[in-house]
């Protein structure tokens, strides 16, 4: 009996020592793979804060690639700087000497890096109006025409811009396009061994030339029309009306409409007439002295031929 019971003893130590060491190794395990775990999430973390910047600033590549799609995805637009604008511009200004505006409003122009465009200038009195049209840089487009402004009472200003950068992009894609279909017609051209052929290149490279050469104008067009903005300036004196009417309507309107319209027929009328009375008068008084001498001398009594008698009648014979 003391033999059975040590043995079955020692069967339940040696399973307890068995489970004990089960349950060590479990444990053991389970605390490496933390530490792993933990050992990554530091590395990571690590390398996220120790990678050195991008020279001037910029996000690494590796990390703008990471980036959440909501933090703003896609190419970046243009900043206002780098996009093409036209600036375009009217105003009207009253100033008290004309002249003396105008060669102040050219001498800003001037200053500015820009140049006169046109000039057109009526009367010479109170009632004189001088257009300029003023070609500056965009840059300094909003500061030429506060200066112009100052120049004296401003009656009305008008400015229009218009974004252009992407036809731009266009036709610097379009020309780099078109230059590589030149440069393929001329190596073709170069390698012809007929006449039909060579023809046919010919016309085919003078055709592609010129669709590069009216691309290129109009890029052209659009570069002068960024680079130099435009600015209409009307310089009016004291006494100049303003150009801008309002539009009215009504019976009242009409009538003075037709008043005016019937005015300036009659003196035209009468202008007429003033001019064509010395005719009148030259041509007019002898014709009429002639026409009454016809009538009078159709009016008198045509002279009377004398009447003969007429012969006499034979007397009748008698009868037998």
Known sequence: ?????????????????????????????????????????????????????????????????????????????????????????????????????????????????????????????????AELVLRVPAAKFTGVVEEIAKLGRQQNREINTQDVTEETVDLDARITSQRARVDSARRLLGRATSITDLVSLENELGRREADLASLEAKKRRLADLTALSTITVALAGPAAKATEEKDETGFLVGLKGGWKAFVVSMTVLLTVLGALLPWLVALGVPLAVLLVVLRRRRRSPALVAPVSAPPPVPAARSGP
């Open 1 to 129: 009996m003391t033999t059975m019971g040590a043995g079955m003893d020692g069967q339940v130590g040696r399973r307890r020592g068995a489970l004990l060491a089960a349950t060590a190794l479990a444990a053991a395990l389970a605390l490496t793979g933390c530490g792993a775990g933990d050992s990554g999430a530091h590395d990571t973390a690590g390398s996220a804060v120790e990678a050195p910047p991008a020279k001037g600033g910029e996000v690494p590549r590796d990390a703008a690639a990471g980036a959440p799609e909501a933090a703003g995805a896609g190419a970046p637009d243009l900043r206002v700087d780098q996009r093409a604008i036209i600036y375009t511009g009217t105003m009207r200004v009253q100033v008290d000497d004309v002249d003396s505006a105008a060669r102040e409003a050219t001498a800003v122009a001037t200053r500015a890096g820009g140049f006169v465009g046109g000039d057109q200038r009526r009367s010479a009195d109170a009632d004189a109006v």
